[in-house]
């Protein structure tokens, strides 16, 4: 089957990024209600747990990944029976998973409070919140997730973009206004299991109306349950660099430092989280699309396209990074002054934070690649020996410099184990020199480093500290930066670039 590509492109990043503003928008409103109605404690309540459940969905050990690859080529052939049979193993698989995800996280319901370092607010039931957040994400995994896997390798995520845009706004309504009328923590809470719930139910029946003639059934081959399980064998340490880079920051935070900093630090983290959801809708977009490409193109023409690519998302993650240097701040004081609460941090931290975003994601495109690929196997054991140095690093900084150096930890892990990661796809599959690579890094880096330095400065001449002063320094923060990087790109030859993402933006449809 020939997906349209440009077509689909365009439609998922529209819904995709109505979707994540709706996920970015209302938990901004949610967190400042809560910090109001409650204190700021139950936020890294929120986040300490958000944080335990991701470790123990380790056990999904990377079987989506693995079998949205599985399906491009027989998606690409028409091959409906093997199509089916995917299906059916990733149904089965997922039952598994949820019933190890369950005992694990009854297993470590006895040692939660180890995990907070401060006193607990008076009204909170550590282990009835626990249970529930446990509960929450166990019925996720015996709920049809099989089905969104036909959505990502058809690439009409777009689908599953509108049922969350509409169920997602009705949670954050109805938690905001529990919260606004009775100030309890617990009508908050049993609000998300039931829209999750819904959410993977009517996916369901959307999923089964747009593809009838895909349902699990049949058996995979033995070859084909070997390939997968052998993706999955690279994915495991995929998964585990992930969690132990992201989730134990938090649990290393609530353990040594205690919530009060957890919260502040995920205020700030938020903002990361919501610039990682919008470029998340880019990328989702085009994934499947490079997967079908690498089926069916040529390798010099996915490494032009590669290129293209990669100005692109050397463009967002640098303008993204400047606009939190100039931003973060004045953002947090009128988000502090609106939830009647103190949650700034200092500014050497801001910079921590623009360096941690700067270099978790300048490689993402490469990722990307090596996902659509398959190539997980070449540097498996990259992300298992980063996460554990990062750990080692981030417990022994966590003591000497506090805050510091849990984010410190994991920019200097980023920046050391990057050339292991980009070194495979450059290699073996383009057969180019990663020279070439890191030559655009570095120019493009010195660029946005100059330019982020010329912008922090007139934003500094910007007077007052409201929301008129803030919206003056966002407008800088278009424009100077973008002007300057168009001129570069022109500069150094790469227009196509460009228009690449402008014809992908306009309403053409190839």
């Not at 050990?61 to 995917?86: H, K, Q, W």
Request: glycine share 6%.
């Amino acid at each position: 089957m020939r997906l349209e590509r440009t077509k689909n492109t365009k439609r998922n990043m529209i819904y995709g990024v109505a979707q994540k503003m709706v996920s970015i928008i209302f938990p901004f409103l949610i967190r400042t209600v809560m910090i109001r109605s409650l204190g700021i404690e139950y936020l890294g309540i929120n986040n300490l747990f958000a944080s335990i459940l991701s470790v123990l969905s380790l056990a999904e050990l990377g079987f989506g990944s693995a079998l949205v690859f599985s399906m491009y080529r027989p998606i690409a052939e028409d091959n409906t029976e093997t199509i089916c049979a995917l299906m059916n193993f990733y149904k089965n698989c997922y039952r598994v998973i949820g019933l190890v995800v369950l005992t694990l996280g009854l297993l470590l319901l006895p040692f939660i409070r180890c995990f907070v370092k401060s006193e607990l607010p008076p009204d909170i039931n550590l282990y009835a919140v626990y249970l529930l957040t446990l509960f929450t994400t166990v019925m996720t995994y015996f709920l049809y997730s099989y089905k969104n896997s036909l959505l990502i390798a058809f690439q009409r995520v777009d689908v599953s973009s509108k049922i969350s845009l509409v169920l997602l706004t009705i949670q954050y309504l109805l938690q905001a206004i529990l919260l606004i009328l009775f100030r309890n923590y617990y009508f908050y809470m049993v609000i998300a299991p039931a829209v999750n719930i819904l959410t993977n139910v009517i996916t369901a029946m959307a999923v089964s109306r747009l593809y009838p003639e895909y349902k699990p059934d049949g058996k995979i081959s033995c070859r084909e349950r070997g390939e997968i399980i052998k993706k999955v064998k690279a994915l495991v340490t995929y998964k585990i660099g992930n969690v132990v880079s992201n989730a134990v920051d938090n649990i290393v935070i609530s353990s040594f430092l205690g919530l009060v900093i957890l919260a502040k630090y995920n205020n700030y983290y938020y903002v990361i989280t919501a610039l990682f959801s919008l470029l998340s809708v880019y990328y989702s977009s085009i994934t499947a699309g490079i997967g079908n490409g690498l089926v069916r193109n040529s390798r010099s023409d996915n490494y032009q396209l590669f290129h293209l690519l990669y100005v692109i998302q050397i463009w967002l993650v640098g303008w993204m990074s400047i606009c939190m240097l100039c931003l973060y701040q004045p953002f947090m004081g009128l988000w502090g002054r609106l939830s009647g609460e103190n949650i700034s941090l200092p500014m050497g931290i801001v910079i921590c934070f623009v360096l941690y975003f700067y270099t978790w994601k300048i490689n993402d495109i490469v990722h990307i690649y090596k996902e659509a690929a398959g190539m997980w196997e070449y540097d498996r054991w990259r992300p298992f020996i980063a996460s554990l140095f990062n750990l080692t690093l981030n417990l022994f900084l966590v003591n000497k410099v506090g805050l510091y150096g849990v984010i410190l930890s994991t920019v200097f892990t980023e920046l050391l184990f990057s050339i292991w990661a980009v070194y495979p796809l450059f290699h073996y599959y383009f057969e180019k020199r990663i020279w070439d690579y890191y030559k655009w890094l570095m120019e493009y880096t010195l660029f946005y480093l100059a330019v982020g330095m010329i912008t922090f400065w007139i934003c500094g001449t910007v007077a007052g500290d409201g929301l008129s002063a803030l919206l003056l320094k966002g407008l800088i923060c278009v424009l100077i930066p973008n002007l300057l990087f168009l001129g570069i790109v022109k500069w150094t030859g790469n227009e196509a670039a460009i228009h690449w993402l402008l014809d992908k933006m306009s309403c053409r449809s190839k």
